[in-house]
């Protein structure tokens, strides 16, 4: 987490983890976007164990799609406009996979 922060200069406070067993577990297309965040959401993303493709689409342009993979030991990072233009998934793989986890680290609005 340390080097995370330091690496990209934001004190996180906030940890959502993903599990993905195999190449069956997914994550559908979606923003995240929510109250709790600023209105320009700040999240890294580590991921450990299998390379899987992370997908990014344009909201208004469903055709201009990236597909990106991330091996163990990556680092992801989503911020400033990225979630109000554009949606992210994990899609299904049609190849046999093994676990992959992903830490995400969040900047999140405290009460
Ligand atoms: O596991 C990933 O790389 C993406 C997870 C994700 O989109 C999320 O936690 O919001
Ligand atoms: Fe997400």
Same mark, same amino acid.
């Given at each position: 987490?340390?080097?995370?922060?330091?690496?990209?200069?934001?004190?996180?406070?906030?940890?959502?983890?993903?599990?993905?067993?195999?190449?069956?577990?997914?994550?559908?297309?979606?923003?995240?976007?929510?109250?709790?965040?600023?209105?320009?959401?700040?999240?890294?993303?580590?991921?450990?164990?299998?390379?899987?493709?992370?997908?990014?689409?344009?909201?208004?342009?469903?055709?201009?799609?990236?597909?990106?993979?991330?091996?163990?030991?990556?680092?992801?990072?989503?911020?400033?406009?990225?979630?109000? $233009?554009?949606? $992210?998934?994990?899609?299904?793989?049609?190849?046999?996979?093994?676990?992959?986890?992903?830490?995400?680290?969040?900047?999140?609005?405290?009460?």
């Amino acid at each position: 987490m340390n080097k995370i922060e330091h690496t990209f200069g934001y004190e996180f406070n906030s940890l959502l983890l993903n599990l993905y067993c195999d190449h069956n577990d997914s994550v559908a297309w979606h923003r995240d976007k929510e109250s709790r965040y600023s209105d320009r959401p700040v999240i890294a993303s580590l991921s450990l164990g299998e390379t899987r493709k992370f997908n990014l689409r344009k909201l208004s342009r469903h055709q201009s799609r990236h597909g990106i993979p991330l091996p163990n030991g990556s680092v992801l990072m989503m911020k400033g406009d990225l979630q109000e $233009h554009w949606e $992210h998934r994990l899609a299904k793989s049609s190849s046999l996979m093994k676990e992959r986890l992903t830490l995400t680290f969040r900047l999140v609005n405290l009460l």
